[in-house]
T-cell receptor, first 119, second 111 residues
Framework: NAGVMQNPRHLVRRRGQEARLRCSPMKGHSHVYWYRQLPEEGLKFMVYLQKENIIDESGMPKERFSAEFPKEGPSILRIQQVVRGDSAAYFC?????????????????FGPGTRLTVL | QKEVEQDPGPLSVPEGAIVSLNCTYS??????FMWYRQYSRKGPELLMY????GNKEDGRFTAQVDKSSKYISLFIRDSQPSDSATYLC???????????FGTGTRLQVFP
């Protein structure tokens, strides 16, 4: 059972370009989360998605950032018109569907991350 | 004030030492408390989680939660060089799946 996959692992963009980060959740997982890790900082929640729905985007910057998790295919985090401050590691995590009566904690499994560098 | 505070270290200990890692938090709604280990240039992996207060033990690792003090700890017994990594605490409340992370403590165990 393959883990969470992210690609590309490294992405270099010039200021003003677009960055597209992809995340394939673990098999059977229907929940996807995106986190950003700036140098020397912990992970910051960005967005939580289920198939075709954004559940919580409270951590997403108001402009230039968007996320989707279509019915088919990977989840995409899209950053338009990148700036140097967007340089960071972006991690995706996935978790299985929550079933009533099961353990209330739904573990999030993290991918290896995409390291974005904006020149 | 950050919701979760964690000393960034680095913490350097000899092999075999007992390591104590800690986090404090301000949000009394947090119910789930997690410890993740992150090796350099890798994604975090879950070590342990605890629901509400109490202790939990798994091999060389013990997690403690004191909700009255808003303080959580991770103890590593008989530390090994392979334990050298960054340890992140994370928390969430019952109504949301988003994790709130500490900044991480960098641990170095030398032979």
């Amino acid at each position: 059972n393959a883990g969470v996959m992210q690609n590309p692992r490294h992405l270099v963009r010039r200021r003003g370009q677009e960055a597209r980060l992809r995340c394939s959740p673990m098999k059977g997982h229907s929940h996807v989360y995106w986190y950003r890790q700036l140098p020397e900082e912990g992970l910051k929640f960005m967005v939580y998605l289920q198939k075709e729905n954004i559940i919580d985007e409270s951590g997403m910057p108001k402009e230039r950032f968007s996320a989707e998790f279509p019915k088919e295919g990977p989840s995409i985090l899209r950053i338009q018109q990148v700036v140097r401050g967007d340089s960071a590691a972006y991690f995706c995590a996935s978790s299985p569907p929550f079933f009533s009566g099961s353990d209330p904690y739904n573990e999030q499994f993290f991918g290896p991350g995409t390291r974005l560098t904006v020149l | 004030q950050k919701e979760v505070e964690q000393d960034p270290g680095p913490l350097s200990v000899p092999e075999g030492a007992i390591v104590s890692l800690n986090c404090t938090y301000s949000n009394s709604a947090f119910q789930y408390f997690m410890w993740y280990r992150q090796y350099s240039r890798k994604g975090p992996e879950l070590l342990m989680y605890t629901y509400s207060s109490g202790n939990k033990e798994d091999g060389r690792f013990t997690a403690q939660v004191d909700k009255s003090s808003k303080y959580i700890s991770l103890f590593i017994r008989d530390s090994q060089p392979s334990d050298s990594a960054t340890y992140l605490c994370a928390m969430s409340d019952y109504n949301t799946d988003k994790l709130i992370f500490g900044t991480g403590t960098r641990l170095q165990v030398f032979p």
